[in-house]
């Protein structure tokens, strides 16, 4: 009678634990870091990982701020959801709630679901892509990509929120474009060129 009542209450603890047990949510870049010429626009594009697939708990709204180097880089457009995907949270095209903020080296991203949370619940995968934000680079050396949430966070299809255990900042390093590289090239074997020659002579 012990025993059988000791494997009940173990299993039901085990129960306990793997429903309130949730996924380690990430949120980052892709690509984590890139490499562009000057004068560029240069894509990156910020995802989401680890929701629960088609099921509780899915994502509804998300607040998010992006700050980068803006003697670097300077903020172009977004576009919201996944290129392959499509926005998750507008499955069926019904729209959805978005906002964007940008100042000097900060762009705030906001949007809310007008779907219902039994839809999102359903049909929502558990890993995607959020926004593609595109930045104009401005000048050569590297600009962190780092994210805060902002007021609201991330919340799910009930309206509760989630919790983010792990942030991934991303950079873009503009470089010289290769016609200036070798034009600097150039000049510098012509510079030492004429040193030698002007050494040989003395």
Known sequence: MKKSLFS???????????????????IGF????????????????LFILDLENYSPDSLSTF?????????????????????????????WGLGSWTGVTHGVGTVNLYELSFDSADDLNTFQVGSFTLATLTF???????SSLDITLGAWGL????????????????????????????????????????RRKRWFKS
């Open 155 to 194: 919340g799910d299809a009930n309206g509760n929120a989630l919790t983010v255990d792990q942030i991934q900042s991303g950079s873009i390093s503009p470089v010289p474009e290769p016609a200036t590289m070798l034009l600097v090239g150039s000049g510098m074997a012509g510079i030492f060129g004429l």
């Open 63 to 91: 607040d998010l701020d992006i700050s980068f180097d803006s003697a670097i880089l300077a903020f172009h457009s977004v576009v919201f959801g996944d290129p392959v995907l499509g926005d998750q949270l507008d499955l």
């Open 30 to 45: 892709d690509p984590v870091s890139q490499d562009v010429p000057v004068g560029d626009t240069v894509a990156v594009e």
């Open 8 to 26: 009940v209450i173990a299993l039901a603890a085990l129960l306990l634990f793997i429903t309130t047990t949730s996924h380690a949510i990430t």
């Open 136 to 142: 104009d680079t401005l000048a050569v050396g590297t």
